[in-house]
């Protein structure tokens, strides 16, 4: 039979961080623990800063029943001289039954004792106590806190605990908790617990109580509003996903509200305004012809129909913090950019201070710019090295960590120094992610590609190697940085030759071998491809990060075509045949030794496509590969293996060079599909 079940957590304000980490996995770990008990049904989970719910429109009364079987010891070990030995007897205690109970089938061949058991399923109402608490303590929301005399933990204290079957409360008591037919309304609404009937009068009295249950609903409202102030005031209000998440994570009636800050604070850089609202505030900056305005959004939870003074109190909040912000900036003006200090700065045990980075960063700098001859002015790029961590001696920066970079690009302009230099100290940390904007000129992204280059050989250098999902210096999203920047910008930068030749000037000893590994497995996890193309691609030998990317998705595009499979089956015969020949070695072939019409053919193919010249890897693979018929016909017409040694090592040296043009792009052999 099936019924509803309503399942209603109450708790103290959960903060909105580690409930949302943990959000995609509590419906899982639900489910998980209703399949070991066999009642997994659909069901919808809810929630609100004060509330956790499930709710099952269907859910078993009780499990279905089941059948056991058990199986025991062959008849001719269960029993000598027609006794039971201790193996029946055992097999006997271990099913909870006399022996006479026991029968016998066949299985494998031989007669083996059996014992079948019916398992009546147990109702629901006896299980849910123990699904319910095992589920909560399964939820890992990082800290957890006792209360009261309890000895359990939680995210915050629980207050109440609604669990209704089919409108009927189901008894339990969890830490310390007794289920009732209660449930909270919004605080404004009632301070007190508010009785129910059952599920649909819950629903109605949330509703009704300024409770919004759904947090696809609270979430369109918000949208909702948003849009009404926009249109209003002809205004555009900046939506950060993350900062969303968190404002629907922390409301159960909100109401998007248009505020205001004084315009003397407009002089403060964008970033730094904002950071103000969204860090400390959860407020939404609001722009106009995409300039920022002196205006914000707050989503408020309060439950009246004058707002006037909650959006007075936010306006009140947020001055102090402009304020201070105003008063670093003019402060920090006064001082000017300089990296006095930088030297007393420590970077990290073994490596030095941060001045000690900024000189290890400028030699790989001035390498990279000699090596890739951008049309930038190389004294520009000196001035940005020297200045890109000055700002981390500023107030500001002291005060908002997250705003260095950025901070010294405004810091550089007003000093007077070029908008290139400045550009190149704002992007010097990009990318920070996988959607994150990269340098926007060549100039800032020598000098991004220098800070996570002196990063990775530094830390490597004194074997602090992230291990497992341990990584505080971000050594993996450097390596990502690495390759798109290459990637855009063109620039080539071989994992191997050039990391050897910026390795000198490090004292530690840097295990090179590990250091190329650690990168390609980087390379491994960034191209979204089958895995097979990637491993295909470095059994080549290739450790260019530029022509490695670009053979790879040569290689993907070419896999992903029609009839692939075929053409594979081909080469990897081609690859079986040249297996033990050395293909480093010159491979020629003596045009006088071809006799069959097909291998003077497959010849003439192959010159003809080895003599081109190809605007892409894919172009090139793609004619390599287009040799098949010939190769087909080849095989089928001309024996390889023959009696004559220069013959057999001609045909030989035939396969194995049209296999060696396409391993300097990718070993074919490698591909699986």
């Avoid at 550089?412 to 000129?441: D, H, N, R």
């Avoid at 053919?601 to 040799?627: H, I, P, Q, R, W």
């Avoid at 098949?628 to 194995?656: C, G, I, W, Y």
Wanted: include cysteine; charge should be negative.
């Amino acid at each position: 039979m099936l019924k509803p079940l309503l399942i209603e957590i109450g708790v103290e304000e959960l903060p909105a961080v580690p409930l949302l980490k943990e959000l995609k996995n509590i419906e899982t770990k639900y489910a998980k623990v209703l399949e070991e008990y066999a009642l997994l049904g659909e069901f919808e989970f809810y929630y609100t800063p004060r509330r956790l719910v499930m709710w099952h429109r269907n859910f078993k009364t009780a499990q279905e029943d089941s059948v056991e079987e058990f199986f025991g010891a062959p008849l001719a070990v269960a029993y000598k001289d027609g006794k039971p030995t201790k193996a029946a007897e055992g097999f006997a205690r271990k099913c909870g039954v006399r022996l006479e109970e026991l029968s016998t089938v066949e299985k494998g061949g031989k007669e083996v004792l059996y014992y079948k058991k019916d398992i009546q399923g147990r109702p629901s109402t006896e299980l849910l106590p123990a699904i319910i608490e095992k589920w909560l303590k399964s939820l890992d929301f990082g800290k957890s806190m006792r209360w009261g005399s309890l000895r359990e933990s939680f995210i915050r204290p629980i207050r109440w605990i609604n669990v209704l079957l089919d409108d009927t409360v189901v008894p339990m008591k969890l830490y310390e908790v007794a289920s009732a037919k209660t449930t909270k309304l919004h605080r404004i609404a009632s301070f007190d617990p508010v009785a129910i009937e059952g599920a649909k009068d819950y629903f109605d009295k949330l509703k009704n109580g300024g409770v919004t249950l759904y947090q696809d609903e609270r979430r369109q409202k918000i949208f909702d509003d948003f849009k009404a102030i926009e249109t209003t005031n002809g205004v555009q209000i900046e939506i950060d996903d993350d900062l969303m998440d968190e404002v629907v994570a922390i409301t159960e009636n909100p109401t998007a509200l248009l505020g205001s800050f004084d315009e003397e604070f407009l002089e403060l850089p964008p970033e730094v305004i904002i950071t103000s609202m969204k860090e400390h505030q959860r407020y939404f900056p609001v722009f106009k012809d995409a300039k920022l305005m002196n205006k914000f959004v707050v989503v408020s939870n309060a439950l009246t129909d004058d707002f006037s003074e909650v959006i007075a109190g936010n306006e009140r909040v947020l001055r102090p913090r402009l304020a201070d912000g105003l008063f670093f900036w003019e402060n920090d003006l006064k001082n000017g950019l300089s990296t006095e200090g930088l030297e007393k700065v420590a970077f990290f045990k073994g490596l030095g201070s941060v001045a000690d980075k900024i000189v290890r960063e400028t030699k790989i700098a001035e390498v990279l710019f000699d090596k890739y001859g951008i049309d930038a002015q190389k004294e520009d790029l000196l001035r940005a090295m020297s200045l890109a961590k000055a700002d981390l001696m500023s107030e500001m920066v002291y005060e908002f960590t997250e705003l260095q970079g950025i901070m010294g690009y405004y810091y550089a302009l007003k000093a007077g120094e070029s908008e290139a230099v400045a550009l190149a100290i704002k992007e010097q940390y990009l990318p920070e992610g996988e959607e994150s904007e990269l340098p926007s000129t060549p100039l800032s992204a020598i000098v991004a590609m220098s800070m996570k280059l002196d990063t990775l050989l530094a830390l490597f250098s004194i074997d602090q190697i992230p291990t497992g999902s341990r990584d505080p210096f971000a050594l993996r999203r450097a390596v990502n940085g690495i390759i798109r920047i290459v990637n855009k910008y063109g620039f080539t930068f071989d994992i191997v030759e050039d990391i050897k030749e910026l390795a000198k000037n490090y004292e530690g000893e840097i295990d090179l071998k590990k250091l190329e590994n650690f990168i390609l497995e980087r390379v491994k996890r960034f191209y979204k491809v089958n895995p097979s193309i990637i491993e295909a691609v470095l059994a080549s030998g290739e450790r260019e990060l530029l022509a490695m990317g670009k053979k790879i998705e040569a290689l993907n595009a070419l896999v992903n075509s029609e009839g692939f499979d075929e053409v594979s089956s081909t080469f990897k015969r081609v690859a079986n045949i040249t297996k033990d020949i050395d293909l480093s070695q010159n491979l020629t072939v003596d045009e006088a030794l071809l006799q069959d019409d097909a291998e003077k053919a497959l010849y003439s193919a192959y010159k003809a496509v080895s003599s081109k010249s190809y605007n892409s890897y894919e172009e090139e693979l793609d004619a390599l590969l287009g040799l098949k018929p010939q190769l087909d016909t080849f095989f089928d017409s001309v024996m390889v293996n023959v009696e004559d040694e220069a013959l057999k090592n001609n045909r030989k040296a035939l396969v194995a060079s049209i296999y060696k043009s396409i391993l300097n792009i990718a070993d074919i052999k490698e591909v699986s599909i």
